[in-house]
């Protein structure tokens, strides 16, 4: 039996209206859901369960301001709101295990793979290279579906399991995450903007490293990429940066994650915040989730939908909670560089100019180079200069290589 | 036939930027500058039209797409040259 609770979605918020519920008493729900509508301070957002099961009341009614922490809902175990109905025959018993067995099946995604626990130990088919990569990466084989004829399990199935796994678990300290972000005054957003950054200024040392990085070979590389697609499927630079900036935190890690109680909070799970400005006025910063793991294509249509949803006002709780780095890109028609104020309890912020054309060394010589400005904005409680320094140069290297993004 | 571009991108400029007011808007006005279009609300405003009106647009003719008479100059050349 689960309380599903009021998400925190940042250290200014201590309270929210409940717009909607999506569902109602008995209805089965799934980790990953979508349950209801809020509003907050940061426009309206759709709240999601952390859990699988059925919800057995809604302790708040539509309409209702909710503290931070306090119950909104009940969620027993999956089928748990059926018991009474389960004291019939067994013939009848029978035939509710399998309709829901049906209902299983059906709603049945990759998502679920990694919970597929109780599957019996049968003879596994599998490919001996996928034998080997589950033991290299201490995973039980017989809980990954196989792509194969007659279900053999195939290297890509085992990590895509892999995959699975890392997001489920993140997914757990989020929920966690939501209960240790303090609660200050909700005001509006400007209040709330106004809050975390008077926080940080206040207690984050900050320090700034700033280098210019050559992004000759990124542009070239992304303008013949996108003469291959169609419109809609064509890729931005900010949708590379981020992907650049994850794959270099995977590499220094010490930037990314959180400082709370007087200590550095190394996170594994690397969700890239990216400041969104709202036409109306004010910016939200969600996050793309476990950025490193994810192709420069699903980067992009995260992008591109997360953005949409932005101005929208259809944020997912688990978003705008989850940051472990931001990025700050003030796009083609914005300043030349970027000194960020880094967002608590994070510990480091990368600030992007725009991409100018501007004259460089090059080989001895002076040339004309598309330059972007990058300013990484640290906290020095947690990290020095060297590491930011670190950080940046291998920025730089990923980005020269646009291909291996 | 220009009248179906004209409605097309308004009607997109409307979705990336409710509040403006198009009426207000001349031809040549920079719509980065005047309605503070950033690059996602242009390739949103992009992905749309060229969805809708079914012209491909590509992407080394964005650099000349900043006002509302380049861009219907544009769709109605693509659109004759499909056309013809």
Same mark, same amino acid.
């Given at each position: 039996m689960g309380k599903f609770t009021m998400p925190s979605l940042g250290s200014q918020m201590i309270e929210a209206k409940l717009i909607q519920w999506h569902v109602k008493p008995g209805d089965t729900v799934k980790k990953g859901d979508i349950i209801g509508e809020i509003d907050t301070e940061k426009g309206l957002i759709d709240i999601e369960v952390f859990e699988d099961g059925t919800i057995t009341d809604l302790v708040a009614k539509e309409g209702e301001v909710i503290p931070v922490g306090s119950v909104m809902a009940v969620i027993g175990e999956e089928g748990e709101a059926d018991k009474a109905e389960m004291k019939t025959t067994e013939a009848s018993e029978k035939k509710m295990q399998k309709v829901r067995e049906d209902d299983k099946q059906k709603s049945e995604? !990759? !998502?679920s793979i990694a919970e597929k626990k109780e599957l019996p130990s049968q003879r596994i088919k599998a490919s001996p290279l996928a034998r080997r990569v589950a033991t290299d990466l201490n995973i039980d084989i017989r809980k990954v579906e196989g792509s194969g004829e007659a279900g053999t399990i195939h290297r890509k199935d085992v990590e895509e399991y892999a995959r699975q796994r890392v997001a489920d678990e993140t997914f757990e300290k989020e929920a966690d995450m939501a209960e240790h972000l303090s609660k200050v005054e909700k005001k509006s957003m400007r209040q709330s903007i106004a809050a975390a950054m008077s926080k940080s200024n206040k207690e984050i040392p900050h320090y700034y490293l700033e280098t210019d990085i050559d992004m000759k070979a990124t542009v070239k590389w992304l303008t013949n990429e996108n003469k291959n697609r169609s419109v809609n499927e064509r890729l931005l630079p900010p949708m590379l940066l981020i992907k650049a900036v994850a794959n270099t935190l995977a590499e220094v890690p010490q930037l990314n994650g959180f400082w709370t109680d007087e200590a550095m909070h190394i996170e594994e799970g690397i969700h890239v915040g990216f400041a969104i400005s709202l036409r109306q006025g004010g910016l939200v910063i969600p996050a793309i989730l476990n950025a490193d793991m994810k192709s420069l294509d699903e980067i992009r249509s995260d992008f591109v939908d997360m953005v949409t949803r932005a101005r929208e006002g259809h944020l997912r709780s688990r978003e705008m909670s989850s940051a472990t780095v931001t990025i700050t890109s003030l796009g083609e028609r914005g300043a030349d560089k970027v000194y960020g104020v880094i967002y /608590? /309890?994070?510990v480091a912020l990368i600030g992007f100019g725009k991409i100018t054309d501007r004259p460089r060394a090059v080989d001895g010589s002076i040339g004309i180079r598309p330059m972007l400005s990058t300013v990484l904005a640290g906290d020095h409680r947690a990290t020095d200069g060297h590491t930011g320094s670190r950080f940046l140069e291998k920025l730089n290297n990923q980005l020269q290589q646009p291909e291996t993004l | 036939m220009s009248t179906e571009i004209d409605t097309v991108v308004s009607k997109h400029l409307h979705r990336i930027a409710p509040e403006a007011d198009l009426d207000q808007l001349n031809s040549d006005d920079d719509l980065g500058t005047t309605l503070d279009i950033d690059s996602m609300d242009f390739y949103n405003m992009m992905v749309g039209i060229s969805e809708e009106l079914q012209i491909d647009i590509p992407e080394e003719e964005y650099g000349q797409l900043r006002t509302l008479k380049s861009i219907n100059k544009f769709l109605s050349s693509q659109k004759e040259r499909d056309e013809g």
């Open positions: 995604t !990759k !998502k /608590p /309890p994070q | -």
